[in-house]
């Protein structure tokens, strides 16, 4: 009998072998395989005229649509069976209800023998033929097996008693879990699970590996993972491992169906009971090694749900330890280790769980400070956006002592600034010689070649070749007429400041030309080519193994070190990201307000971020000219119909003032023949600068804003949304209906009123009618609204006051999870931001753009069309975006909108929000042609992979 079956590829291995025993010709592809070769679909339309029964494991891919109408045509004269975890796909299948119900727990239980018997009772059931066969048997749905054992537990105690005659005499200091999916077990697909258990015992630490099936489903009784894990890994609410691995994509909390955000709080939930580190490495699902190790893009599309989706959990190290064997035929495809991959994450895991044992006094810390270089000379150490970083690192060293660690603290930012510049700790060669460096005391170590060449000739012999065509053979050599970096009589300077346990340094430089430098000689930091020179490998090498950190911490955004030469996810040894942070567990200090470059040190360094809260935000004013011009302007207004000559004279002095300030961005078409038709374009831009919130001052980590400062920050939130029940939009109701303004006057009474309520209320406990009914009446039915509004407030001062940014930190230190939470712009009203202190993750991809996004980017696309109209008479051609992830991390895809709809597409949505499709839209109703031309930014490439993926289908552009 002839087959034809499209499956997931894990289920494909077995099936051929279970056709074989059964003398089936088993015709088999996988969705993988029609995800990378959409061509595949026209071989498998040719089978189907071909096949005798046709078995179909039906996805949520985009091919199936196309593949389902082949069925329809077919499936009249050929027996159809398909199944899938939806059942409502079911309905597809020509056979009867109960038939593919006992197909599908076949399938589902896996098994040789299970597939056997499938195809048994098929050949039974539709071919009449006589076949012995026995029904689905249940095969255990999660246990302990680890792999050179061959034995299931169903208890813990069991598996360690057991575990510890397996081992033997050896000594194991820790134990980590190991979450990894059924199906492996079940098929004996195991070798990378093998392989990491291996590295683990050959440390001294012991594993406890936990097969499960991750969606948890009612109707079969499994354990999803959080009850897994409570089987398995607590004991008396204490977890029973150091770390917790996790090879599954899914979240800990997914019920059966769709891979959904909403399963994530839960997984979040126990891992806060649990403390301990969540690590989810990464195997290569579309490339086998040698196709992961060429593409300088690592990963590729599969980023979206194998790493982007699993961060909303909190995981961390997203390392690739793995990848498909056999990739072009899936009945031979298996996964297989990448041994050096493996061994470099159990290494850094062991970090990890080290944190766990050690007592704080025996713990060291290296914080990493940024400098832009070439930059006002010195002036810019310790840089980062909205962050007060010195004073941040020296508030955090002396909580450190506090907790007992062995630091003698600088007394504040400023005194640790004169520090590093007294002692002149710093990578600089330009302004300052290396021998002054060592003179003042900036110096930390003087590494000479027997100690770096260890650490150099570990590195790919490629890798190596590159660094020592840049800047010559180790430590560092004269290469056209520039002097090797950071080099002292044949030794490599590491500088830095000494605080005892607690070390500061500048961030090594990225590349320099020395006294020779020319002020353009930086632009390497944006060469994806060129490497770091020797001194700044050198530094990370001599703080992992020298100097032996326990943890290293980059202070604000952003450094370069994510940003150096490698792959864009999944790195590998020769990646450079991967070199500099070694082996050292990496907390980032990160503002909140920055996902796509905080996204990049986490796929790229393995950064565990602990974003920091957005600067207070006021009002920006007015002042000097642009206030003196404001009141010309109302000076204007008042005399223009009873002084027409005043007026003149004011338009005079009004056209001297924009001009000295620009206020039109280089209009120069400006005289008293159109001077009223500026007028009101003045006023609109003195408008937006004055109503523009900017931020004041600079944040420091921990420091919580209070009294003015924190009602300033309170209503630079509220005040983004405008709806009628929020307070602008409940203010301008009330404001409106009392006065009888509108427009520009309405807009400004209505900021302030809302303004200096809000204050009363954070500030002194005033209700909003108290402090409205002042100037305003107030209904009995406006009562409700403000009550409402007031509790949002209230949630929003508690998320503040819950922010404990410097906890989350040392809590990092002591090998705990950190807690994950979204990322954005607080001031955009996303107070879902808060509270901080959390590894933020980016956003739900699936999502983009909202509805709301795409009414916005479809206005912003008509009003371009209809402006370039106007001004030429014709449409244009095209029109050229540079796409910036800000306008999905931020703007909800507004951008993104823009474009399609440029383009002729529209997004389609699910009825929980999240995207489904694209759809075209017809010239007859679009009316013009489709135009769009876009070029995405290099952090857009790197963190939004899959909408190049998913829009490629659309915009056929890239």
Same mark, same amino acid.
């Given at each position: 009998?002839?087959?034809?079956? &499209?499956?997931?590829s894990s289920y494909l291995s077995l099936m051929k072998e279970a056709a074989?025993?059964? @003398?089936?010709?088993?015709?088999?592809?996988?969705?993988?395989?029609?995800?990378?070769?959409?061509?595949?679909?026209? +071989?498998?339309?040719?089978?189907?005229?071909?096949?005798?029964?046709?078995?179909?494991?039906?996805?949520?891919?985009?091919?199936?649509?196309?593949?389902?109408?082949?069925?329809?045509?077919?499936?009249?004269?050929?027996?159809?069976?398909?199944?899938?975890?939806?059942?409502?796909?079911?309905?597809?299948s020509t056979v009867s209800p109960e038939i593919v119900a006992t197909v599908?727990?076949?399938?589902?239980?896996?098994?040789?023998?299970?597939?056997?018997?499938?195809?048994?009772?098929?050949?039974?059931?539709?071919?009449?033929?006589?076949?012995?066969?026995?029904?689905?048997?249940?095969?255990?749905?999660?246990?302990?097996?680890?792999?050179?054992?061959?034995?299931?537990?169903?208890?813990?105690?069991?598996?360690?008693?057991?575990?510890?005659?397996?081992?033997?005499?050896?000594?194991?200091?820790?134990?980590?879990?190991?979450?990894?999916?059924?199906?492996?077990?079940?098929?004996?697909?195991?070798?990378?699970?093998?392989?990491?258990?291996?590295?683990?015992?050959?440390?001294?630490?012991?594993?406890?590996?936990?097969?499960?099936?991750?969606?948890?489903?009612?109707?079969?009784?499994?354990?999803?993972?959080?009850?897994?894990?409570?089987?398995?890994?607590?004991?008396?609410?204490?977890?029973?491992?150091?770390?917790?691995?996790?090879?599954?994509?899914?979240?800990?909390?997914?019920?059966?169906?769709?891979?959904?955000?909403?399963?994530?709080?839960?997984?979040?939930?126990?891992?806060?009971?649990?403390?301990? /580190?969540?690590?989810?490495?990464?195997?290569?699902?579309?490339?086998?090694?040698?196709?992961?190790?060429?593409?300088?893009?690592?990963?590729?599309?599969?980023?979206?749900?194998?790493?982007?989706?699993?961060?909303?959990?909190?995981?961390?190290?997203?390392?690739?330890?793995?990848?498909?064997?056999?990739?072009?035929?899936?009945?031979?495809?298996?996964?297989?280790?990448?041994?050096?991959?493996? @061994?470099?994450?159990?290494?850094?895991?062991?970090?990890? &769980?080290?944190?766990?044992?050690?007592?704080?006094?025996?713990?060291?810390?290296?914080?990493?400070?940024?400098?832009?270089?070439?930059?006002?000379?010195?002036?810019?150490?310790?840089?980062?956006?909205?962050?007060?970083?010195?004073?941040?690192?020296?508030?955090?060293?002396?909580? $450190?002592?506090?907790?007992?660690?062995?630091?003698?603290?600088?007394?504040?930012? +400023?005194?640790?600034?004169?520090?590093? $510049?007294? *002692?002149?700790?710093?990578?600089?060669?330009?302004?300052?010689?290396?021998?002054?460096?060592?003179?003042?005391?900036?110096?930390? @170590?003087?590494?000479?070649?027997?100690?770096?060449?260890?650490?150099?000739?570990?590195?790919?012999?490629?890798?190596?070749?590159?660094?020592?065509?840049?800047? !010559?053979?180790?430590?560092?050599?004269?290469?056209?007429?520039?002097?090797?970096?950071?080099?002292?009589?044949?030794?490599?300077?590491?500088?830095?400041?000494?605080?005892?346990?607690?070390? &500061?340094?500048?961030?090594?430089?990225?590349?320099?030309? !020395?006294? +020779?430098?020319?002020?353009?000689?930086?632009?390497?930091?944006?060469?994806?080519?060129?490497?770091?020179?020797?001194?700044?490998?050198?530094?990370?090498?001599?703080?992992?193994?020298?100097?032996?950190?326990?943890?290293?911490?980059?202070?604000?955004?952003?450094?370069?070190?994510?940003?150096?030469? !490698?792959?864009?996810?999944?790195?590998?040894?020769?990646?450079?990201?991967?070199?500099?942070?070694?082996?050292?567990?990496?907390?980032?200090?990160?503002?909140?307000?920055?996902?796509?470059?905080?996204?990049?040190?986490?796929?790229?360094?393995?950064?565990?971020?602990?974003?920091?809260?957005?600067?207070?935000?006021?009002?920006?004013?007015?002042?000097?000219?642009?206030?003196?011009?404001?009141?010309?302007?109302?000076?204007?207004?008042?005399?223009?119909?009873?002084?027409?000559?005043?007026?003149?004279?004011?338009?005079?002095?009004?056209?001297? *003032?924009?001009?000295?300030?620009?206020?039109?961005?280089?209009?120069?078409?400006?005289?008293?023949?159109?001077?009223?038709?500026?007028?009101?374009?003045?006023?609109?831009?003195?408008?937006?600068?004055?109503?523009?919130?900017?931020?004041?001052?600079?944040?420091?980590?921990?420091? +919580?804003?209070?009294?003015?400062?924190?009602?300033?920050?309170?209503?630079?939130?509220?005040?983004?949304?405008?709806?009628? @029940?929020?307070?602008?939009?409940?203010?301008?109701? &009330?404001?409106?209906?009392?006065?009888?303004?509108?427009?520009?006057?309405?807009?400004?009474?209505?900021?302030?009123?809302?303004?200096?309520?809000?204050?009363?209320?954070?500030?002194?406990?005033?209700?909003?009618?108290?402090?409205?009914?002042?100037?305003?009446?107030?209904?009995?039915?406006?009562?409700?609204?403000?009550?409402?509004?007031?509790?949002?407030?209230?949630?929003?001062?508690?998320?503040?006051?819950?922010?404990?940014?410097?906890?989350?930190?040392?809590?990092?230190?002591?090998?705990?999870?950190?807690?994950?939470?979204?990322?954005?712009?607080?001031?955009?009203?996303?107070?879902?931001?808060?509270?901080?202190?959390?590894?933020?993750?980016?956003?739900?991809?699936?999502?983009?753009?909202?509805?709301?996004?795409?009414?916005?980017?479809?206005?912003?696309?008509?009003?371009?069309?209809?402006?370039?109209?106007?001004?030429?008479?014709?449409? /244009?051609?095209?029109?050229?975006?540079?796409?910036?992830?800000?306008?999905? $991390?931020?703007?909800?895809?507004?951008?993104?909108?823009?474009?399609?709809?440029?383009?002729?597409?529209?997004?389609?949505?699910?009825?929980?929000?999240?995207? *489904?499709?694209?759809?075209?839209?017809?010239?007859?109703?679009?009316?013009?042609?489709?135009?769009?031309?876009?070029?995405?930014?290099?952090?857009?490439?790197?963190?939004?992979?899959?909408?190049?993926?998913?829009?490629?289908?659309?915009?056929?552009?890239?």
């Amino acid at each position: 009998m002839k087959i034809l079956t &499209v499956m997931w590829s894990s289920y494909l291995s077995l099936m051929k072998e279970a056709a074989n025993a059964m @003398d089936i010709d088993l015709v088999a592809y996988s969705n993988k395989q029609i995800n990378t070769n959409y061509e595949l679909i026209d +071989r498998i339309k040719a089978e189907m005229a071909r096949a005798e029964l046709i078995i179909l494991y039906r996805t949520n891919d985009a091919f199936w649509e196309e593949l389902e109408a082949a069925v329809r045509e077919v499936k009249g004269r050929i027996p159809v069976v398909v199944v899938g975890s939806d059942p409502s796909y079911w309905a597809l299948s020509t056979v009867s209800p109960e038939i593919v119900a006992t197909v599908y727990r076949y399938i589902l239980f896996n098994g040789k023998d299970n597939l056997v018997n499938m195809f048994g009772y098929l050949l039974h059931h539709i071919s009449d033929q006589s076949v012995v066969f026995d029904q689905p048997q249940e095969i255990p749905w999660q246990g302990i097996f680890q792999p050179e054992m061959g034995e299931v537990f169903n208890s813990t105690e069991e598996y360690l008693a057991a575990y510890q005659r397996f081992l033997g005499p050896r000594e194991i200091h820790s134990y980590v879990g190991l979450l990894y999916s059924r199906s492996n077990w079940v098929t004996g697909n195991v070798g990378i699970e093998k392989a990491l258990v291996a590295s683990f015992e050959s440390r001294n630490v012991g594993v406890i590996p936990i097969f499960l099936y991750s969606l948890k489903d009612a109707n079969l009784e499994n354990l999803g993972g959080v009850e897994v894990i409570e089987k398995f890994l607590l004991r008396g609410g204490r977890p029973l491992v150091d770390g917790l691995i996790k090879l599954s994509i899914f979240f800990l909390g997914s019920l059966k169906g769709a891979m959904r955000e909403s399963d994530s709080p839960s997984g979040v939930s126990m891992m806060k009971r649990l403390n301990v /580190p969540l690590f989810c490495p990464v195997i290569s699902y579309y490339k086998d090694k040698e196709q992961w190790l060429q593409d300088p893009q690592g990963l590729g599309s599969q980023v979206a749900w194998s790493v982007a989706m699993p961060e909303l959990e909190g995981v961390i190290e997203p390392m690739i330890i793995g990848a498909t064997k056999g990739i072009t035929n899936p009945e031979e495809e298996c996964y297989e280790a990448i041994p050096d991959r493996v @061994d470099r994450l159990a290494e850094r895991i062991i970090r990890w &769980v080290s944190l766990r044992k050690k007592t704080n006094r025996d713990k060291k810390v290296a914080f990493i400070l940024h400098n832009n270089p070439c930059a006002s000379v010195e002036a810019t150490v310790g840089a980062g956006a909205h962050l007060d970083t010195l004073e941040t690192v020296a508030d955090m060293i002396k909580r $450190m002592k506090d907790e007992g660690y062995q630091i003698d603290p600088p007394e504040d930012g +400023r005194a640790l600034i004169n520090d590093i $510049m007294n *002692k002149k700790a710093i990578s600089e060669f330009r302004w300052t010689t290396v021998g002054e460096i060592l003179d003042k005391g900036g110096v930390l @170590d003087l590494v000479e070649n027997e100690r770096y060449l260890p650490w150099f000739n570990a590195l790919p012999e490629k890798t190596r070749k590159r660094m020592s065509e840049a800047w !010559g053979n180790p430590p560092g050599e004269e290469k056209n007429g520039i002097p090797a970096a950071m080099v002292h009589e044949g030794q490599i300077v590491i500088t830095g400041v000494n605080y005892g346990h607690a070390v &500061v340094c500048v961030q090594p430089k990225r590349g320099c030309a !020395g006294a +020779r430098c020319d002020g353009q000689v930086c632009k390497i930091l944006h060469d994806p080519d060129v490497p770091p020179p020797h001194q700044y490998v050198a530094t990370y090498k001599w703080l992992s193994k020298e100097y032996g950190v326990d943890a290293i911490v980059h202070v604000g955004t952003h450094g370069n070190l994510e940003f150096l030469p !490698g792959k864009s996810t999944g790195l590998s040894s020769g990646c450079f990201p991967d070199i500099g942070i070694d082996t050292m567990p990496h907390l980032y200090i990160y503002n909140a307000d920055n996902p796509p470059e905080g996204i990049i040190a986490k796929r790229r360094s393995n950064a565990v971020l602990v974003d920091h809260m957005q600067t207070v935000m006021v009002k920006g004013e007015l002042y000097g000219d642009l206030d003196q011009t404001e009141r010309l302007l109302e000076e204007y207004a008042r005399y223009k119909d009873v002084e027409p000559g005043k007026a003149h004279t004011i338009s005079h002095m009004i056209m001297e *003032k924009v001009k000295e300030l620009n206020l039109l961005d280089g209009d120069t078409e400006f005289s008293h023949e159109n001077f009223s038709d500026k007028v009101r374009d003045i006023h609109d831009k003195l408008s937006l600068l004055k109503d523009t919130y900017i931020p004041k001052g600079m944040h420091i980590f921990g420091r +919580r804003p209070e009294g003015e400062a924190l009602a300033s920050f309170i209503y630079a939130i509220v005040r983004f949304d405008s709806t009628p @029940d929020s307070l602008r939009g409940f203010v301008s109701t &009330v404001v409106g209906r009392e006065t009888g303004l509108a427009g520009d006057q309405l807009r400004e009474q209505v900021e302030d009123a809302a303004r200096d309520a809000c204050r009363d209320y954070v500030l002194q406990g005033r209700s909003l009618a108290q402090s409205l009914g002042v100037n305003f009446g107030i209904l009995p039915d406006d009562l409700a609204g403000m009550e409402a509004i007031q509790q949002q407030i209230d949630n929003l001062v508690q998320a503040v006051a819950l922010s404990d940014e410097p906890a989350a930190l040392l809590n990092g230190f002591n090998g705990g999870y950190i807690e994950s939470g979204p990322s954005g712009l607080i001031t955009r009203g996303r107070a879902d931001v808060l509270p901080t202190g959390r590894n933020f993750y980016p956003l739900d991809p699936q999502r983009i753009p909202t509805p709301t996004a795409w009414e916005i980017g479809k206005s912003l696309a008509e009003k371009t069309l209809d402006k370039f109209l106007e001004e030429e008479g014709r449409y /244009p051609e095209n029109i050229a975006f540079y796409w910036m992830c800000t306008d999905i $991390m931020w703007s909800d895809g507004e951008g993104l909108a823009q474009m399609m709809y440029l383009m002729g597409a529209k997004p389609t949505w699910q009825s929980n929000g999240r995207r *489904k499709g694209y759809e075209i839209i017809p010239l007859t109703e679009l009316n013009r042609p489709r135009i769009i031309s876009p070029r995405p930014s290099t952090c857009w490439t790197i963190s939004f992979t899959m909408f190049r993926n998913s829009t490629s289908r659309w915009n056929g552009i890239w």
